[in-house]
């Protein structure tokens, strides 16, 4: 591992969850002398990944770091084939719909189709949250053997809300009905009032390249079981369009 790389990642990170931090603030996040982390702000600066408020000394990400997401969000196969189907599930059912990948312990959302109710709805991509806290992640890690082990190690998990599943062995026995039934969910566990459920994507080889999803209120929690026979086809169909022999893949 290059250090001088690592740490400018990290510094990213840093402000990718604190938003705006001061200079000081990032060194005794990084636990690294306040010079050192200098200097990094500083090259990160320069390349516009980062800019410093102006009469403050607080810095935040810059608008580089969206460029690079856009042109990631345009390379990926699953977002173009998914958009289609994420159009038709939210005409169907009048929920949103997401589409994530999985990003270590948590789910990226790189696709969001709001409720065609024509309300007003906050822009969803780019918002992660934790894997196991998420019908998206759930989805991915019950067919990821290796991601699921990383998560598995983890004892307590991260709480989110008190409905949050924070017991490994919890998680692992929801990880084996989902591999058997296709279909993830979550009731409650990210945030307080929403539930979702979700199928997850493969590509030609088998392997999980993310999930497909609603996000459904609270109030009109369980869905109906023709409204999860929809979300099953929708992750069959994107998964299909991208090469997957079968939906789910056998399990070895």
Not at 30 to 46: A, K, M, N, Q, Y
Not at 78 to 93: H, N
Not at 97 to 114: A, F, K, S, Y
Request: charged residues 20%.
């Amino acid at each position: 591992m290059i250090q001088s790389v690592d740490r400018a990642i990290r510094v990213l990170v840093a402000l990718q969850g604190a938003r705006r931090m001061t200079l000081s603030e990032l060194a005794a996040r990084l636990e690294l002398p306040p010079s050192t982390v200098h200097g990094i702000v500083r090259t990160l600066v320069d390349h516009g990944m980062v800019v410093q408020e102006r009469g403050f000394g607080r810095y935040q990400l810059g608008p580089a770091v969206l460029r690079l997401g856009n042109v990631y969000l345009d390379t990926l196969e699953l977002r173009s084939k998914a958009i289609p189907w994420a159009e038709d599930l939210a005409r169907r059912t009048g929920c949103s719909v997401r589409t994530g990948v999985l990003l270590l312990d948590d789910v990226v959302i790189i696709h969001h189709e709001p409720r065609p109710d024509g309300s007003r709805q906050m822009p969803e991509v780019g918002i992660v949250i934790p894997a196991h806290a998420s019908a998206l992640g759930k989805a991915i890690l019950a067919f990821d053997d290796d991601a699921a082990s990383r998560m598995l190690s983890t004892s307590p998990l991260r709480s989110m809300t008190g409905e949050t599943i924070t017991s490994p062995v919890d998680l692992k026995e929801q990880l084996a009905d989902i591999s058997s039934t296709g279909i993830a969910e979550e009731q409650e566990e990210a945030v307080l009032g929403e539930c979702s459920l979700a199928g997850p994507v493969f590509d030609s080889s088998g392997t999980p390249v993310g999930a497909i999803g609603l996000v459904v209120p609270s109030t009109i929690w369980p869905v109906d079981p023709s409204t999860r026979d929809t979300v099953r086809d929708a992750a069959r169909a994107i998964s299909r369009e991208l090469g997957a022999m079968s939906w789910p893949p056998p399990r070895s």
